[in-house]
């Protein structure tokens, strides 16, 4: 069982920043793919960028690409998602998402945090 707790979201306008984090518990962290995945209001969640338990490979949404980058830190049994150059259609809650599997997954989510808010104004 992994539980996932998200934060760093926020109102921010276009083209600013924000990172967020998302804390997973549990010892075998590092055995998990990870992923971020957005639903914005009224439309259905989507994926956005995951990676593979030693970070060494990910995968991203071709409208986030070059604008977002994943990360983890197996010590500290986190995940990130920096943001940068965001724009007003990037406004959606944000979930973090765990896998059983050391590889990189679009898709088959095992385990979901409970989302945050990110709200880009124009």
């Known amino acids: 069982q992994v539980q996932l707790v998200e934060s760093g979201g926020g109102l921010v306008q276009a083209g600013g920043s924000l990172r967020l984090s998302c804390a997973a518990s549990g010892r075998t962290f590092g055995s998990y793919a990870m992923g971020w995945f957005r639903q914005a209001l009224g439309k259905e969640r989507k994926f956005v960028a995951a990676i593979n338990w030693s970070g060494s490979n990910t995968v991203y949404e071709d409208s986030v690409k070059g604008r977002f980058t994943i990360s983890r830190d197996n010590a500290k049994n986190t995940v990130y998602l920096q943001m940068d150059s965001l724009k007003p259609e990037d406004t959606a809650v944000y979930y973090c998402?765990?896998?059983?599997?050391?590889?990189?997954?679009?898709?088959?989510?095992?385990?979901w945090g409970q989302g945050t808010q990110v709200t880009v104004s124009s």
């Open positions: 998402a765990a896998k059983s599997s050391a590889y990189v997954s679009v898709g088959r989510y095992d385990y």
